[in-house]
């Protein structure tokens, strides 16, 4: 199947603070790259679609100043959690979609903000 | 109504034995189906995809499709306890480049050696 890649796999950031993921597809171009929150227990939780060369796509309730998606290349999608707060905490999981089919998902970024 | 529903579990089974879980869907719109497995604290991974109604086997899983009930299964033979984790059915419309899947909640499952 085709690789996704997130990086990192885990970081713990100061309340305040900036954190950026990276999602990046290894072997196929994707126009578009999903990103996901994850609480523990629980199914995964859309947050927004990635759009390579034009802006995201935001679900409801999720704040588009607080979660800054930038989809620069064919294989880069990046997602900032913008002045982190505690119950920001949580596992983000990036995917993408080599064609109009199955979904390969990144191994995840466990966030934790102190 | 949830557009696909799925137990949560958790569900025990021995080792050995065959494990069925399950979805179902209201939207008739979708056209493929998917199963994951998920390791805690990992990102999801595919197991299973398929976009026909029937059985399409692989190893000792069989994805199991019934577009007519709306109901999809997965069935792993002969369980280990590292098939231990949660699994998500997902399904997707073809009729848009680049839809959003939609998942179901996840069925916990853990096979007791």
């Known amino acids: 199947g085709a690789v996704v890649s997130q990086h990192p796999s885990w970081v713990i950031c100061k309340s305040g603070t900036s954190v950026k993921i990276e999602c990046r597809s290894l072997d196929f171009q994707a126009t578009t790259m999903f990103w996901y929150r994850q609480f523990p227990k629980q199914s995964l939780m859309l947050m927004a679609t990635s759009n390579e060369g034009s802006k995201a796509t935001y679900e409801q309730g999720v704040e588009k100043d607080k979660f800054l998606i930038n989809h620069a290349s064919l294989t880069l999608s990046t997602l900032t959690v913008t002045s982190a707060h505690p119950e920001d905490s949580s596992f983000y999981i990036c995917?993408?979609?080599?064609?109009?089919?199955?979904?390969?998902f990144g191994q995840g970024t466990r966030l934790t903000v102190v | 109504q949830k557009e696909v529903e799925q137990d949560p579990g958790p569900l025990s089974v021995p080792e050995g034995a065959i494990v069925s879980l399950n979805c179902t869907y209201s939207?008739?719109?979708?056209?493929?189906f998917m199963w994951y497995r998920q390791y805690s604290r990992k990102g999801p991974e595919l197991l299973m995809y398929?976009?026909?109604?029937g059985n399409k086997e692989d190893g000792r899983f069989t994805a199991q499709v019934d577009k007519s009930s709306k109901y999809i299964s997965l069935f792993i033979r002969d369980s280990q306890p590292s098939d231990s984790a949660t699994y998500l059915c997902a399904m997707g419309n073809p009729n848009f480049g680049n839809e959003k899947l939609t998942f179901g909640t996840g069925t916990r499952l853990t096979i007791i050696p």
């Open positions: 939207n008739s719109a979708f056209q493929y």
């Open positions: 995917s993408a979609r080599p064609a109009d089919t199955e979904a390969f």
């Open positions: 398929t976009y026909s109604s």
